[in-house]
């Protein structure tokens, strides 16, 4: 028994020690800016830039008129010409508020729908199959009917974008709910957090990611949503969002207009989701050590 | 302040078992598998069970941490709801080791000004003194198990439930938080209840070991350890027991295949 001696207890701490400072990973260290530019900026820009060389190659080659196949620099123009109007702002801004603001109704109605789904048995049962075969309903298919019932006004608009959504983001929050660890429930439970305590400090944060991915989609569906909206019902009163503007370039036959609003569309949804969802997941993923390091 | 003298009327009245179990019986459908369970923990006694697989050890631990019901028989823990920790850590991924111990003090009812000092001292208690803001992710298996230790032992429960918490460590993780546990035990007056299927473990940690028989599970025998603490796990009385025990396990364990 001489192992039981007084020093013993040093000798464990500094084993201790020994073994968490072996068994810790060292710290990264943050990755410097010109390698973020080479790895992450560079890629992407030189993808831009390989779509505009073929696409000026095709027009120089004359493969098609050029009523349908405008160049590069004629789309550019038209750019300059609606900035130097004063309206390429305000057409980008009447549909960006419109799907932010529809974006937000949907996350209003999303979350708790999601969370009744996701928690009572007998709502799960009645509509859970329901809304997740709503969210492979086009939701170009809710504009006739939203025409009809509420005319041609933005309450369509919002209508149209909140049945394209609102199934994504509850769908979102009950997967996310519905992959909480049963052992987390039960740690929460052995320390006393049952009922709303349990939703609130254990199964909302652990859903957090499934629900975050559901706001990306539901995100990139009321964007679709809204945009087929606006090309399909377009009115003078309604006033020029890039769904009009692209409506407009078709009637007037003006195909660099056409390519134009393309692009925008496709630009503010990037932007929307580079510039708000991506930094939130990566932040929550970061946080849990669920982001591997590329 | 009102609190704490209620803490300490019950603290005066100490019952004289820390845990209670009176003829405990539980059935999933139609499968017994536990069979007249009677066992007292006494207060600041260190109990292991003992048992093959299929013995409902596990079970067992689930009825007295009150997240499932006997199917009969009774269960008293006067210390109030017991402190129960896992196999893996079950710590909360979103919050820091700080914050995972202060979600228990928080859910125990501690006032937010004095929860950041106790963390931190729990902290210490478990040598981990500068992991507060340490993410889970970033400690290692046997750090993870000492931060769950130490939320464990934030809800100042009198009864603390482990289910064969080192398992999944490597030997010499082990030792050292057999050690750890060991000093903790011995500085609070905290009783444990220890389940386990390695006989070494139970001889090196308790002064109890109860063996239990499987399917369905009742108690087989227990022994009274006597070896004085500290122990290492290589100690040479601890391998005797450790033999004999092992030796009934066995016994236990053949009586299955012989039909």
Redesign the interface.
Known sequence: MASTDVSSSGDVADLEAGLDALDTAPASSRTPLGEILLRKVLPPLTAVALVLAVWQFLVWAEVTEDYKLPSPSAVWSSVRDLWLQGELLGVIWTSVSRGLLGFLLALAIGTPLGLLVARVRFVRAAIGPILSGLQSLPSVAWVPPAVIWLGLNNQMMYAVILLGAVPSIANGLVSGIDQVPPLFLRAGRTMGATGLRSARYVVMPAALPGYLAGLKQGWAFSWRSLMAAEIIASSPDLGVGLGQLLENGRNNADMAGVFLAIILILIVGIAIDLLIFSPLERWVLRGRGLLVKS | MATVLAKAEVAEEIPAYAARIEHVSKSFGSQLVLDDITLDVAPGEFVTLLGASGCGKSTLLNLV???DAPSGGAIATPGG????M?Q?H?L????TAGKNIE??LK??GVARADRRTRAEELLELV??AGAYDK?????????RQRVALA?ALA?DSSLLLMDEPFAALDA??RD?LH??LT?IWASTSVSVLFVTHNVREAVRLAERVVLMSSRPGRVARSWDVGI?????I????VAELSVEITEELRKEIRRHGQH
């Open positions: 941490a009150g997240l709801r017991p402190a129960l896992f893996e079950a909360f991924p979103w919050l979600l228990a859910l125990r040598r981990l993410r889970v992710h970033e400690l290692s298996g046997g750090m939320r809800q010499i993780t050292v050690d750890e000093r004085p603490q500290p122990r290492r290589e100690d040479a009385a």
